[in-house]
Structures are given as C-alpha cells and as structure tokens.
C-alpha cells in the first residue's frame, strides 16, 4: 500500500501542469520510478537503520 502512496506523490509532484497530453504509458513508467525510490527508501530506513514502522513511512514519502 505504501509503495502505490509514494508512487502516486512522486508522480504528481513532478509533473505538475505537464500532464495534458501524456500517454498511460509514461505514467506507469514514471510512477514505477518514483514508487522505487520511496521503496528503497522505505527498506534502508527499517531494515538497516533499524526505524519504527512510521518513521519508515514518513522517510519514504517525503523522499518522493
């Protein structure tokens, strides 16, 4: 569920009054790309970093 979150944010930041005449195909890729990145954000903060659950999230949201 987290990782749609960070997707979804990360899209909508980014491109922000560019979406007029994109292709459903860019936005699966640049979703995919911005749900990595809070993903990899997320697992650094918990498993390595040894965080609570919450702190993770808020890491990885705001990494978006």
Same mark, same amino acid.
């Given at each position: 569920?987290?990782?749609f979150v960070t997707d979804y944010i /990360?899209?909508? *930041?980014?491109?922000?009054g560019f979406r007029e005449g994109e ?9 995919? %790309?911005?749900?990595?990145? /809070?993903?990899? *954000? ?18 990885? %949201?705001?990494?978006?």
């Amino acid at each position: 569920m987290l990782r749609f979150v960070t997707d979804y944010i /990360g899209y909508t *930041v980014a491109n922000q009054g560019f979406r007029e005449g994109e292709r459903k195909g860019e936005l699966l890729y640049s979703m995919l %790309v911005y749900g990595l990145i /809070g993903w990899l *954000v997320f697992y650094c903060v918990l498993m390595l970093w040894r965080e609570t659950f919450f702190t993770a999230m808020l890491a990885a %949201v705001s990494a978006c």
